[in-house]
């Protein structure tokens, strides 16, 4: 299996700019998350699927941030408008809840300039 | 409420000597917990987790975990450290596998 597929690797883009930001999960993996790092406040989880339904969203900073997965086997995180302080790793991860274990994807570097 | 402390920042330690990296939880029912590595400019990797089976859980690499619960801690050990160990290492708590929390992390370094 591939893993979890994460692109672009790198983005640099200017604030005010549309991002977004696609993943795909492992095949047979039921549930995706949204994580962003940074320094400051580590990894926090934006937002979480299952069966492709968003289920919990309230860790989206603001409404500037929005997340969609239209099937099984892609969703995106789109950044409208871009803001540097949205500079950030960003993951997605797949996993099933029977086999409890969250995969985690390469990421994308995000700067906001 | 769940959360995940892991003590220091920056551990440093010679290559071959012991690796201990502490971890102590807080949560209200018997939690599932997780050891991950991150190395530069990669994602998380899973290095081993603790299900409610046995209370020593061996992962990948040579690293092991020891859950106590008397203590809420899960800290992570390798006897012999080499220098390709040295990485990022995560932490995590979870009751509820679509809530997964994370600690600060560790960087390790490994000094040849």
């Known amino acids: 299996d591939a893993g979890v597929i994460q692109s672009p690797r790198h983005e640099v883009t200017e604030m005010g700019q549309e991002v977004t930001l696609r993943c795909k999960p492992i095949s047979g993996h039921n549930s995706l998350f949204w994580y962003r790092q940074t320094m400051m406040r580590g990894l926090e989880l934006l937002i979480y699927?299952?069966?492709?339904?968003?289920?919990?969203d309230s860790g989206m900073p603001e409404d500037r941030f929005s997340a969609k997965m239209p099937n099984a086997s892609f969703s995106t995180l789109k950044i409208q408008p871009s803001e540097p302080r949205d500079s950030a790793v960003y993951f997605c991860?797949?996993?099933?809840?029977?086999?409890?274990?969250?995969?985690f994807g390469p990421g994308t570097r995000l700067t906001v300039l | 409420a769940q959360s995940v402390t892991q003590l220091g920042s920056h551990v440093s330690v010679s290559e071959g000597a012991l690796v201990l990296l502490r971890c102590n939880y807080s949560s209200s029912v018997p939690p599932y917990l997780f050891w991950y590595v991150q190395y530069p400019n990669q994602g998380l990797q899973l290095l081993l987790k603790y299900t409610s089976a046995a209370t020593l859980v061996k992962g990948i690499n040579g690293f092991e975990a020891e859950f106590k619960k008397s203590e809420t801690s899960f800290h992570l050990t390798k006897p012999s450290a080499h220098m390709s160990d040295a990485a990022e290492y995560f932490c995590a708590v979870s009751e509820d596998f679509n809530k997964f929390y994370f600690g600060s992390g560790t960087k390790l370094n490994v000094k040849p």
């Open positions: 991860a797949s996993g099933t809840a029977d086999g409890y274990t969250q995969y």
């Open positions: 699927f299952n069966n492709n339904v968003p289920i919990d």
